[in-house]
Each structure stands twice: as C-alpha cells, then as structure tokens.
C-alpha cells in the first residue's frame, strides 16, 4: 500500500516526500537516485517539522515501531493506515495530545481510481482535516466515516475489495476454461469485461441494480446465470466481508 500511495502522490505532483524504509525496494532505490524522493533507513535519521506523517506499516509491525515516531508525532499530522490499530494504542506510543487520523485506502490509488475511508481522532482540526484530503485525494475518491470502528468495515469492503475483485476474474477465467475457451481467451475476456462493467459503472451514475436489470433480458442468458448466482452471492460476499471486519478488531 505504501508503494501505491507514493506512485499516487508522484502522478498528482506532490513533492517533498521522504521515505523511510530500511529495506527498500529496487523501485524505491531508483525514486532516491533520480532523487524523486528522499530515503532514509529510520525514523532517527528524520529530523524537522513536516506537515504530516503517513504511516505505512503492516499493523504486527507497527505496535513494535510505534514508539520509534512519537518524536515526529509531536509536531506532525499523523495518518495511519494499518488496519485493525486503534487510536488508543498509537496514542500510548505517540502521546495523549498527537494528532491522529485512521484511514483506509485500496490499491487502484496507484493509478488514481482508489477510495479512501478516513476517521478523525479528537484534536484534529479542520486544516489537518483539509490536508490529510489533500494527501488522500491523489489516490481518488474520499470518505470520513463518524465512528473509528466504521473504519474496519471500510477495511473489509473497499481496503481488501480489489482482491475480491481480481479473484472474480480468476473464477471468471477458470469457468470460461470449463465450457471450451482456451486459457488465453478466458483470462481476455475476463479481465476485459470486468475492467470494462467496472468503467461502466464509474461513468453511468445509475444504482448497480438498475445496470443490471438494464443487461437482462427476461428469459435470456444473462438471467439464466444470474438465477445461479443471486441467490448465493450476497449471503457468501457479507460472510466473507464479516470474517474481514473480524480479524480487523483482532488486530487491536
């Protein structure tokens, strides 16, 4: 996620970012060399007041490197998005009074066509409001959610939802396989039409329903496969969705 963040914040034109990260990818590497960005192994070696302060950091990880940023957390904007970590728990590493905000984007911010969902924590003012928009919006679409603990539901619809998407392809394909394509052409016409109903979707301000409805025609293919999947689809998606927001809370 933090990779798909930095390629979003590069295609909007922000600058100034420095990256700490002790094992830094081949791509990382090449981003400091073209001095794109500033590199550094850790935490210590960060030193000044910055507007804000992205923590990138897988959450079992992030409880043994919290400590390591409340320097930073004293003066900066802090904007988390590790998945199932309370503001309780980073406010015991950075301090009562730092300022914190939760948020969730997904993947497609590496090309602009993310989402994020994001909590204030109290203490956070308007203008940090306004600037972790501004860092956020180069992924794509904002949300804030009223509740932190709506921020796990984000988590399990929109931060894990793209894998869910890309393993509907993979079902697609294996299906097309099935009934007589080649794996080639599956994997094409899978892809291709997932990619393209999605542009769809994003063009055509009409309820995912009303789409739907409008590609079914009574008695037609379409409704034939769509007796198959209705009836299980919803019921296996909030399954899978809940067991997302259940291991989000384990995380605390």
């Known amino acids: ?8 914040w590069r295609a909007s034109g922000v600058k100034s970012i420095i990256v700490v990260e002790p094992k830094p990818s081949a791509e990382i590497r090449a981003l400091a060399k073209a001095k794109a960005i500033a590199l550094v192994a850790a935490p210590s070696q960060v030193s000044g007041k910055f507007d804000a302060c992205i923590v990138a950091i897988k959450p079992q990880i992030l409880k043994g490197e919290a400590p390591a940023l409340a320097a930073i957390a004293k003066t900066s904007l802090m904007i988390s998005i590790a998945a199932g970590t309370s503001i309780a728990g980073l406010r015991k590493a ?4 730092a300022r914190i905000v939760r948020a969730m984007p997904n993947t497609p911010g590496a090309i602009g066509r993310g989402i994020t969902g994001l909590y204030a924590a109290k203490g956070v003012s308007a203008a940090d409001k306004n600037k972790a928009d501004l860092l956020l919006t180069a992924l794509g679409q904002t949300m804030w959610v009223k509740s932190e603990a709506l921020i796990d539901s984000v988590t399990a619809l929109s931060g894990s939802g793209p894998a869910y998407v890309f393993h509907l392809v993979e079902a697609m394909a294996q299906a097309g396989i099935a009934i007589g394509l080649s794996k080639t052409e599956a994997q094409k016409l899978a892809r291709a039409t997932v990619a393209g109903a999605g542009a769809l979707l994003d063009a055509d301000k009409a309820e995912a329903a009303e789409l739907r409805i409008a590609v079914t025609s009574p008695g037609g293919t379409t409704e034939a496969a769509l007796k198959v999947l209705m009836p299980e ?3 296996l998606m909030t399954r899978a969705l809940k067991a997302a927001k259940k291991r989000a809370e384990a995380l605390r």
Request: overall charge positive.
């Open 233 to 235: 689809l919803p019921r």
């Open 1 to 8: 996620m933090g990779s798909a963040l930095l390629k979003g």
């Open 94 to 97: 950075w301090g009562a009074r």
